[in-house]
């Protein structure tokens, strides 16, 4: 399994701000994914991260509002731009492999937007 | 589209209790099913999985089986702790497609 590091591990930002969310990995991975868990709920795909392309996003998901890098194998950023309170939120990171088709997640990044 | 109907909780035992929590996958194929298990300010561990038909996953105790006449793949625990507190997500995926995770059951085991 792959071991996966988050920066920062929680933030509290005002509205209208933005934040960027760092994920690393111990490897070199193809997949990566973000995900969204808002208080007391499941996981949303926000988006699937693509080396040396644009990200694709789920419906109801825009690049202006979570813009996405992926600059290599071991490592992707998340913004969240023009936060508001409903934003407010935990924002996961994790890898897949590709032949054990699993995945693996970061601890994730607890956002509180004021 | 696919979806994960899990088993609603909370759900409260005492130590040694038998757990249950049913999970049942609806897709147009045959997915490879998985659990996975978020402790309190944590994210989410990889508990079990199981990729075909029959197969079983079973990991810390906790078992579950792949009943393809049913997609279903019931977590199941014959003595749990109180360190098995927890948010347990039942997940389901096939190869190629974005994960699908159901609502999450969270179980709380009293000493």
């Known amino acids: 399994s792959a071991v996966i590091s988050q920066k920062p591990s929680r933030d509290i930002c005002q509205r209208g701000t933005s934040l960027t969310i760092q994920c690393q990995v111990d490897?070199?991975?193809?997949?990566m994914f973000w995900y969204r868990q808002q208080p007391g709920q499941s996981l949303t795909l926000i988006a699937t991260?693509?080396?040396?392309?644009?990200?694709?996003?789920e419906s109801g998901f825009v690049i202006d509002k979570f813009p996405i890098s992926r600059p290599n194998l071991t490592f992707s950023t998340l913004t969240v731009s023009n936060m508001s309170p409903e934003d407010s939120s935990i924002y996961l990171c994790?890898?897949?492999?590709?032949?054990?088709?699993?995945?693996?997640f970061g601890p994730g990044t607890r956002l509180t937007v004021t | 589209g696919d979806s994960v109907t899990q088993m609603e909780g909370p759900v409260t035992l005492s130590e040694e209790a038998f757990l249950t929590i049913n999970c049942t996958y609806t897709?147009?194929?045959?997915?490879?099913l998985f659990w996975y298990v978020q402790y309190p300010g944590e994210g989410l561990q990889l508990l079990l999985k199981?990729?075909?038909?029959?197969d079983k996953g079973s990991n810390k105790g906790f078992e579950a089986t792949y009943r393809k006449e049913t997609t279903s793949f019931h977590l199941e625990k014959g003595s749990v702790q109180v360190s098995d507190s927890a948010v347990y997500f039942c997940?389901?995926?096939?190869?190629?497609?974005?994960?699908?995770f159901g609502p999450g059951t969270r179980l709380s085991v009293l000493p």
């Open positions: 897709a147009t194929g045959y997915p490879s």
């Open positions: 997940a389901g995926g096939n190869y190629g497609q974005n994960f699908v």
């Open positions: 994790s890898v897949g492999t590709d032949f054990l088709y699993e995945q693996y």
């Open positions: 490897s070199q991975v193809t997949m």
């Open positions: 199981a990729t075909k038909a029959d």
């Open positions: 991260a693509n080396q040396g392309s644009e990200a694709t996003y």
